[in-house]
């Protein structure tokens, strides 16, 4: 049974926008941080953003502050990365992630569980 069901990848062309949301089975959300991170291919896997339990704040890598921005909806256990101005460097998997604190997951670590990933690919 899948805990954290991502969706919203594809495939399109540089410079358009994607939604990916991330909705949560359980109602850990509500008491952790969340986060997304990505791994593209032939490179580790990288944190993109993460946002606190709250949703008041939020933290990003430096490669996309500015384009993309992480949400979350309380009611409905979910998360959303909005990412705009996409790039080809932007194109990986991307991983939902459900941890203990949102600045951990900003430093990499303290991840509790992971989704399967949803593939996005940004062309030229």
């Known amino acids: 049974q899948e805990l954290l069901v991502e969706s919203g990848g594809g495939s399109v062309q540089a410079g358009a926008s994607l939604r990916l949301s991330c909705a949560d089975s359980?109602?850990?959300?509500?008491?952790?941080?969340m986060g997304w991170f990505r791994q593209a291919p032939g490179k580790e896997r990288e944190f993109v953003a993460s946002?606190?339990?709250?949703?008041?704040?939020?933290y990003y890598v430096d490669s996309v502050k500015g384009r993309f921005t992480i949400s979350k909806d309380y009611d409905k256990n979910t998360i959303f990365l909005q990412m705009n101005s996409l790039k080809p460097e932007d194109t990986a998997v991307y991983y939902c992630?459900?941890?203990?604190?949102?600045?951990?997951?900003?430093?990499?670590?303290?991840?509790?569980?992971w989704g399967k990933g949803t593939l996005v690919t940004v062309a030229s």
């Open positions: 992630t459900v941890g203990q604190d949102a600045v951990a997951l900003s430093r990499g670590y303290g991840v509790d569980r």
């Open positions: 946002i606190t339990w709250s949703g008041s704040m939020a």
């Open positions: 359980t109602l850990t959300f509500r008491n952790s941080g």
